[in-house]
Structure formats: C-alpha cells, structure tokens
C-alpha cells in the first residue's frame, strides 16, 4: 500500500515502495522498469540520420567497410565476401525500416555458401560475428533431427540465438544465424523419400518455417527434456540465415551439367572455356537440386555464393599474414613465455608443401605446426631460455618422425 506523501512514476504511475529505483527529472519521476522500455523503444527504432544507417548506438558499416574488415581474417574469396558484405548491410538497413505500410517492404535474402573443407566458411561467419551489433549464432546442421528422434529440434537454432542475445527477444529476431554442414541434411537421392528421414529430407522440410519467416514456438531449455516449460515466441522474418556446406561430390554433377570432364579426354567444344580445375565457380541452384536439396529450401536460400579452393600462394598467405594467423598465434604464445621465437622462411614453404600434399586446405597448416612446434612447447617454458630458431631442417626431422598417415586420414 503506498505510504501518505510517496513520490509516484511519471509515466505508470507505481509508488517509490512498488520499485526498485526512481529517477527524479526537473518535473518528473520515472521508474526503472519504465526506464528500460523507454531505452529498448529508442535503440529499436532509432532510423537513419544524415545518410547514416544505425543500429542501437552504432553506425552501420558499409559493405566495403564489412569486406576490409573480413580481409584481415580471411585471406582470398573476394566473391564470398562481396555476397555476405552486402547481404549484412541491407540485413542491417532491413532492421531500420521505418514501419510504413504504404512503403516498399523488403524482403530477406538468406545465403548459401559452396565450399570444400578448409576454404574458410565458418572462419567467414565467426569473422563478420566480431564485426557486428547484433546476436550471432553459429548451429551446426549434422545434429538436427525430425521431432521425436534423439538429436536436436529445428527449434533448438532459435534457442542457440535466444542465448547469444542473453533472452532478449526483440534483439534475437534481428540476428544472424550461420547454419553450417547444410549438405549433411541432403537427401540420399534426388527424389523424395517414400520412408522417414530422420537427419535429411524431413530436417530440411522443418527448416522452411524458419528461413521463410514465421513465429515459432521456442523452448528456451530445451523441448525433450523440460516438457512442462513456457515457450517463448520468436518471429523469424527479420532473422539472416547464413548455410554453409562442403557439397562433396558436387563437382562432378556441374562438370555432368557442363558436359566437361574433371579428368581425361572431352570432345566438348567449350572445353577450353571451362576451367576443370575450378568447377564450383559454376555451380547453380540446379547443381543443389540434383546434390539433394529440396527445391523449397533452395528457394529460399536465393543468394549462392561459392569458395574457390586454396592454391599454394593463398595457404602461404593465410599461414602468416591474417590478424590471427597461425603463425602469429605461436609467436604471440612463446612472447607470453618471455621467448622470442624466430622462423626461417623456408619452413613456412615447408609447411605448405605438406599442406598442399595432404590436400586438408587451411585447416592442414594448424596440424602441421602443432607437430613441429609440440616439443618446444612443451620444454621451452621450463627450459629458461630467451629465444628459439626454428629451421627448415630441425622442421623436416620432426615431420619426419611423426605417423604423416594421420594427416591423409583426416
């Protein structure tokens, strides 16, 4: 009960002993509830001053101001940056809509990435997740299930996003969502499945409520095992969806659809025209269709993008050159150590001979210089000393001693 002579909210009008705080302005008061809905009002629909897009209390990037910021993570994919740099940016102008019914609505466009394993499609996402203001999530499609197998609920991306915006639901239905591993999903053919599946066609078919736009139910612990929770609703419409996927195989039905060959002989006159060595450049929704996605799904992944596959120049790069390469992460290790390391240029063409000859992409170059740098990791810390040189042949000898089986194998 409010007490005689009790100072009261301006705007709801509660008592001082009904909240936690209250502001007093030179005419008014206001609570901390009322306080919080003003901030979430004014950061929600802030609009576009002087040509500025903002979002919250941050400006907007620029595509190409997304693209140099990629460029020290991400060594090469020029047309993979391009794609996701743009589609970020109206991401972001989508959010700062005015909400005018009589204005042009504009629509989504959620993105396909094709690239093989190591060529930097999660480096991408987890890249531009630094860059940006909103929540991010990154969801892995090979433990997504149908509802009522052992695995994961479509609705369990949405609760990933929930927890990377702390529940806040107004933020999470303005996020960005990495789906990677979207080939794992595919079907097992290119016709429906007269029989249940469990992890392909049906997870796919799930999948279109989200990538479409709708208000999903979402258990925010998870379904199975708390059945008695409250769901919390989540609108889809103005959440990015970003897939990604390796499409292994997926070659050799665009060079089918190219009437090329990957190896030997053709008789095609365009043969020239076509460059075998780089056959995802050509890839179409078409080459997806035949791979094992469903036409729903493709149709609402409008933007494809591809990764071109690492040459030797690019893993030389992408090992000493990025913000956080690799070889800067070792250097940056043994400093915290004290030691000064140092390494001869000839081991870096080393490490990416081996790279290239185990054909693992950027990911090979992490494994290659565990090995070499493992026993110097382990003794120099304890050892006292300032400084360490590695050389091409003190590389080798530990290249050598090492089961480089295990690298082909992974």
Do not use: W
Not at 88 to 106: A, F, G
């Amino acid at each position: 009960m409010a007490k005689k002579n009790e100072q009261y909210c301006s705007f709801c009008g509660r008592p001082a002993s009904q909240t936690r705080m209250l502001v007093s302005g030179l005419d008014a008061l206001i609570c901390d509830e009322c306080a919080q809905q003003v901030q979430e009002y004014m950061l929600k629909n802030l609009k576009k001053t002087s040509g500025t897009f903002n979002f919250g209390d941050k400006p907007i990037p620029k595509p190409s101001e997304i693209k140099a910021f990629l460029d020290q993570y991400v060594i090469g994919q020029d047309h993979a940056k391009k794609i996701l740099s743009v589609a970020v940016y109206n991401h972001y102008k989508r959010l700062t809509q005015p909400d005018d019914e009589n204005d042009v609505e504009i629509e989504k466009s959620n993105i396909i990435m094709v690239g093989s394993t190591g060529t930097g499609k999660t480096l991408l996402a987890r890249s531009i997740a630094k860059l940006l203001s909103v929540p991010f999530t990154i969801v892995d499609a090979t433990v997504l299930t149908e509802a009522g197998y052992v695995g994961e609920d479509i609705e369990s991306i949405l609760t990933r996003l929930l927890q990377a915006s702390d529940y806040d639901v107004p933020a999470a239905e303005a996020g960005i969502v990495f789906i990677d591993e979207i080939d794992k999903i595919a079907r097992k053919g290119d016709n429906p499945s007269i029989t249940r599946d469990v992890s392909g066609e049906g997870v796919q078919q799930g999948l279109l409520k989200l990538l479409e736009g709708s208000v999903v139910l979402v258990p925010p612990q998870g379904g199975r095992k708390h059945p008695d929770q409250k769901m919390i609703a989540v609108n889809t419409k103005n959440i990015l969806f970003i897939c990604g996927g390796a499409f292994e195989g997926i070659d050799r039905r665009i060079s089918s659809r190219l009437n090329a060959q990957v190896v030997g002989f053709s008789a095609a006159k365009n043969k020239e025209k076509i460059d075998t060595d780089n056959l995802l450049q050509y890839v179409t929704p078409q080459d997806l269709k035949s791979f094992g996605l469903i036409p729903e799904i493709i149709g609402r992944l409008p933007m494809l993008t591809y990764l071109n596959q690492l040459d030797r120049a690019a893993l030389r790069r992408i090992l000493v050159e990025p913000k956080n390469s690799i070889i800067k992460q070792y250097i940056k290790l043994f400093k915290m150590d004290g030691i000064t390391l140092k390494i001869d240029e000839e081991v870096y063409d080393f490490i990416v001979d081996k790279a290239v000859e185990f054909k693992l992409g950027a990911r090979g170059l992490r494994s290659i210089v565990e090995t070499i740098m493992m026993d110097e990791m382990f003794v120099l810390p304890s050892s006292g000393k300032k400084s360490f040189h590695l050389t091409l042949d003190e590389a080798k000898q530990k290249i050598s001693r090492e089961e480089l089986s295990r690298f082909a194998s992974e």
